[in-house]
């Protein structure tokens, strides 16, 4: 989301790049494994370089997806198909928790009935140039997740770290047996299926997450809102809501506040303005609603500390927006929202009555009408003063 962003295709490109890469190295590791076996007769090295040769076929179905991810909105999908490196990362979590699983139940297996590992140079050997050639595909995904912002990276690299563990564990179990002469095999592969099982589930937190629609993380927010702040005729932003459809597909939702005195056509034009820089600026979709604010209004200032103050004496977790005065001969009406800063067990009726309660208090001439947000869901609207 900074200024400088590569293109959507650029993007894309990127990520073919690092794809091909990874290819690469799995191909690379699994052919020197095929060779290795074949040179010493060993069919269980053979048969490990053939799984590292199918993990080419799982990052060429990366590259596809980062192929259909980059599609245009079509009738079917008029989002786009960027949830698809979230679907993608969701497949690959769970493929990491299978292996995770997987060595918890060869483990508990070792452990009851521990069986010599048969040491050679050979073993050594490979299960060395495997722990090498995985770290280094976990640092190509990495730095991939890093340019490219795409947890479907993270998540490829993330098997990778998987498969360095476990490798690392037989490792370790067979150089312990070779020289101490005791079997821990089967406890290696449970710590490092701990870490495993972790590292997957981590993922796939992440991957669900976004499939369902989480909220970005908060800098993000306040990135954003910290912009439209700044933009002249800007006096508010409050409901800002980020639509996540898969990287660089996003769209923005925000009440902005505007002097209660421009016309309908004036306010329109400052909403398209800000709508655009937000497109120039992050890369976003926006849609705004504009709500009027009595800038010019002398006593507003005195509204807002009286009801501040109300807040204060209710002891309510509340924090309040979107405030709006209008007076007429007997009567001030008073329009706001509030949200919450802690748990709070009273209804929304109950915080009404509370709040109109402390303000008639303050002048019999108040009157209040509110609408209480809970998690960007607006309810009912009370004390509709102004009908």
Same mark, same amino acid.
């Given at each position: 989301?900074?200024?400088?962003?590569?293109?959507?295709?650029?993007?894309?490109?990127?990520?073919?790049?690092?794809?091909?890469?990874?290819?690469?190295?799995?191909?690379?590791?699994?052919?020197?494994?095929?060779?290795?076996?074949?040179?010493?007769?060993?069919?269980?090295?053979?048969?490990?370089?053939?799984?590292?040769?199918?993990?080419?076929?799982?990052?060429?179905?990366?590259?596809?997806?980062?192929?259909?991810?980059?599609?245009?909105?079509?009738?079917?999908?008029?989002?786009?198909?960027?949830?698809?490196?979230?679907?993608?990362?969701?497949?690959?979590?769970?493929?990491?928790?299978?292996?995770?699983?997987?060595?918890?139940?060869?483990?508990?297996?070792?452990?009851?009935?521990?069986?010599?590992?048969?040491?050679?140079?050979?073993?050594?050997?490979?299960?060395?140039?495997?722990?090498?050639?995985?770290?280094?595909?976990?640092?190509?995904?990495?730095?991939?997740?890093?340019?490219?912002?795409?947890?479907?990276?993270?998540?490829?690299?993330? *098997?990778?770290?998987?498969?360095?563990?476990?490798?690392?564990?037989?490792?370790?179990?067979?150089?312990?047996?070779?020289?101490?002469?005791?079997?821990?095999?089967?406890?290696?592969?449970?710590?490092?299926?701990?870490?495993?099982?972790?590292?997957?589930?981590?993922?796939?937190?992440?991957?669900?997450?976004?499939?369902?629609?989480?909220?970005?993380? *908060?800098?993000?927010?306040?990135?954003?809102?910290?912009?439209?702040?700044?933009?002249?005729?800007?006096?508010?932003?409050?409901?800002?809501?980020?639509?996540?459809?898969?990287?660089?597909?996003?769209?923005?939702?925000?009440?902005?506040?505007? *002097?209660?005195?421009?016309?309908?056509?004036?306010?329109?034009?400052?909403?398209?303005?800000?709508?655009?820089?937000?497109?120039?600026?992050?890369?976003?979709?926006?849609?705004?609603?504009?709500?009027?604010?009595?800038?010019?209004?002398?006593?507003?200032?005195?509204?807002?500390?009286?009801?501040?103050?109300?807040?204060?004496?209710?002891?309510?977790?509340?924090?309040?927006?979107?405030?709006?005065?209008?007076?007429?001969?007997?009567?001030?009406?008073?329009?706001?929202?509030?949200?919450?800063?802690?748990?709070?067990?009273?209804? *929304?009726?109950?915080?009404?009555?509370?709040?109109?309660?402390?303000?008639?208090?303050?002048?019999?001439?108040?009157?209040?009408?509110?609408?209480?947000?809970?998690?960007?869901?607006?309810?009912?609207?009370?004390?509709?003063?102004?009908?």
């Amino acid at each position: 989301m900074k200024n400088g962003i590569f293109s959507m295709q650029s993007r894309q490109h990127k990520a073919y790049a690092f794809c091909l890469a990874g290819m690469a190295v799995d191909a690379a590791l699994g052919l020197t494994k095929i060779f290795m076996g074949w040179q010493s007769g060993s069919i269980a090295v053979m048969g490990d370089g053939f799984n590292n040769v199918t993990d080419v076929g799982s990052t060429f179905l990366l590259l596809l997806t980062f192929f259909y991810a980059a599609k245009p909105s079509d009738k079917e999908h008029p989002f786009g198909h960027g949830r698809l490196e979230y679907l993608n990362s969701t497949v690959m979590a769970a493929a990491v928790l299978y292996v995770g699983i997987t060595l918890v139940i060869d483990s508990i297996q070792k452990i009851m009935n521990p069986e010599p590992i048969a040491f050679s140079p050979l073993l050594v050997a490979v299960l060395v140039v495997g722990i090498a050639g995985k770290f280094l595909l976990s640092l190509i995904y990495r730095q991939a997740q890093k340019v490219t912002g795409s947890e479907a990276f993270s998540a490829y690299g993330a *098997d990778s770290v998987s498969d360095v563990l476990s490798t690392a564990g037989v490792l370790a179990a067979v150089l312990a047996e070779k020289f101490t002469g005791y079997h821990i095999d089967g406890w290696m592969g449970i710590l490092m299926a701990a870490a495993i099982l972790y590292t997957g589930y981590s993922i796939l937190k992440n991957a669900v997450n976004s499939l369902i629609g989480a909220s970005p993380d *908060d800098a993000v927010y306040q990135e954003v809102e910290a912009f439209m702040l700044k933009i002249p005729g800007i006096y508010g932003v409050h409901d800002l809501i980020i639509h996540d459809y898969g990287p660089e597909n996003q769209f923005l939702s925000a009440h902005v506040e505007m *002097d209660s005195r421009m016309n309908l056509v004036d306010s329109h034009e400052l909403a398209e303005q800000v709508m655009e820089k937000i497109k120039e600026r992050f890369h976003i979709q926006a849609v705004l609603h504009v709500d009027p604010k009595a800038v010019s209004n002398p006593r507003e200032q005195q509204y807002m500390h009286e009801l501040e103050a109300a807040i204060y004496r209710s002891n309510l977790p509340l924090a309040y927006h979107d405030f709006f005065v209008e007076e007429t001969a007997n009567d001030v009406h008073m329009s706001f929202e509030v949200s919450f800063t802690g748990k709070c067990r009273k209804s *929304d009726q109950e915080i009404y009555d509370v709040l109109s309660r402390e303000m008639r208090q303050v002048n019999p001439k108040y009157h209040i009408d509110i609408m209480v947000d809970r998690n960007f869901i607006s309810g009912k609207r009370y004390g509709l003063s102004m009908q």
